[in-house]
């Protein structure tokens, strides 16, 4: 037996904490699941009590809207008054998200127990607060304007998320196109295309070449169509573990930029998110190098990303931004022209928030027009695939008609 403490939620939404002996982890996390908890972390001890290996839920996730809220009522709650203990108390007690629930109380425990700054704090949480996150905020304890940069930030946030949220609702209606399409394939092929296979043989005359084809198939799958299911399955996980490696990433970032129409819409996106990040940044007092690297980091295009140690390396040797971001081949030239006019006229931040609201007007237009191709090519495509079906099963009804004839 071995001894776990262990961090839970009650169905009320209460912390609860406590330690329990058990054979093994998956063990420990059973019995507290039939206590009716939910467990956030379960720490293995050792002897003397220390901790050894810990499991953490991941209870949902915090969207990006939500920490927008909560850096503007953290600002609100701040400018009033209040400490940030205190201030992350009342968020905490009004959140409706566990995961950051969980999160804001462990960054209390945190700050109460070990003192620190609110950043280092919310370096123990990098899934939920990200480099640049922690960076504003240290940036502002630094600064001595908290408040100002937790605006900027509730900003920042709130457009990325209203950018990420236009891109995701523009592409719903083809993705359920795409769906209806491949599930209305799979159930004519599995379920309904084998039962011609009768009345075909009993035509007594050979088939066309088609419809044998479409009756091998048709009846593998009718079979076999949960092999094929699994077989669908299994390729999709080894495709998202190729995608974890970092070598296999990178091939397809940069692959995904050459792409026609949706190249250019990738690139504009991280043109974007880069402008918008570095401009908060710097807005906010931090360094530019120092804003280089944590806006490299918030990149999600590894293709993109991989030019920001050369921006880095460049600026800290003296050469100009522009320069530095011409050089990799990669960014328009408006965005090269621009940043040069901001770094001459000292108002970099401001031009890097023009170019942010520019790239974003530019990526919601590119979305459209994706989305006016992508759906009649869809259409085009799932009716090309059902009118071969469909042909493949008359041809031996309109041979017997002419041999009739």
Same mark, same amino acid.
């Given at each position: ?24 982890r ?40 939500? /920490?927008?809220?909560? #850096?503007?009522? +953290?600002?609100?709650?701040? *400018?009033?008054?209040?400490? =940030? %203990? @205190? &201030? ?20 209390e ?9 609110l950043?280092d704090a ?25 408040v100002?940069? /937790?605006?900027?930030? #509730?900003?920042? +946030?709130?457009?990325?998320? *209203?950018?990420?949220?236009? =891109? %995701? @609702? &523009? ?13 209305a394939?799979f ?64 091939? @397809? ?122 759906e ?30």
């Amino acid at each position: 037996m071995q001894a776990f403490s262990y961090t839970a939620i009650t169905d009320t939404g209460q912390r609860t904490r406590g330690t329990l002996r058990s054979q093994d982890r998956r063990d420990a996390l059973a019995q507290l699941v039939s206590r009716g908890l939910h467990p956030v972390t379960v720490e293995a001890t050792s002897a003397d009590g220390a901790e050894a290996t810990s499991w953490r839920s991941p209870l949902g996730r915090v969207k990006t809207a939500e /920490l927008a809220v909560f #850096a503007r009522q +953290l600002a609100a709650l701040l *400018k009033a008054g209040l400490t =940030v %203990v @205190a &201030a992350l108390a009342t968020l905490r007690s009004q959140c409706s998200n566990k995961r950051l629930q969980a999160v804001l109380e462990d960054i209390e425990d945190t700050l109460g127990q070990e003192g620190g700054t609110l950043a280092d704090a919310m370096g123990k949480h990098p899934k939920v607060f990200n480099a640049v996150f922690q960076g504003l905020i240290r940036a502002g304890e630094e600064g001595g304007n908290l408040v100002e940069v /937790l605006q900027n930030l #509730a900003e920042h +946030l709130g457009k990325s998320a *209203k950018l990420k949220g236009q =891109v %995701v @609702a &523009a592409f719903i209606y083809p993705s359920f196109i795409l769906f209806l399409g491949i599930a209305a394939v799979f159930i004519l092929m599995t379920f309904v295309i084998p039962r011609f296979k009768e009345l075909f043989l009993s035509f007594g005359q050979a088939l066309p070449w088609p419809t044998q084809m479409l009756l091998a198939v048709s009846g593998f799958m009718g079979t076999w169509w949960w092999l094929v299911l699994a077989g669908i399955g299994v390729v999709v996980l080894l495709l998202v573990s190729l995608l974890r490696r970092p070598a296999v990433r990178l091939r @397809a970032d940069r692959a995904a930029l050459r792409l026609p129409v949706f190249g250019q819409l990738l690139l504009k996106m991280e043109i974007a998110r880069i402008c918008r990040t570095l401009g908060t940044l710097l807005e906010s007092g931090v360094g530019i190098l120092e804003s280089l690297r944590v806006t490299g980091q918030a990149v999600g295009n590894k293709a993109v990303a991989l030019t920001f140690p050369d921006l880095v390396r460049a600026v800290a040797s003296g050469e100009p931004l522009a320069v530095a971001v011409e050089k990799p081949g990669l960014y328009p030239p408006m965005l090269i022209n621009l940043i040069r006019t901001g770094e001459e006229t000292g108002e970099l931040p401001a031009m890097l928030a023009e170019l942010a609201d520019l790239y974003e007007d530019e990526t919601e237009r590119a979305v459209g027009g994706a989305v006016k191709l992508v759906e009649p090519l869809l259409i085009v495509i799932i009716g090309s695939v059902v009118a071969g079906i469909v042909a493949a099963i008359m041809l031996p009804v309109f041979e017997i008609n002419t041999m009739v004839q």
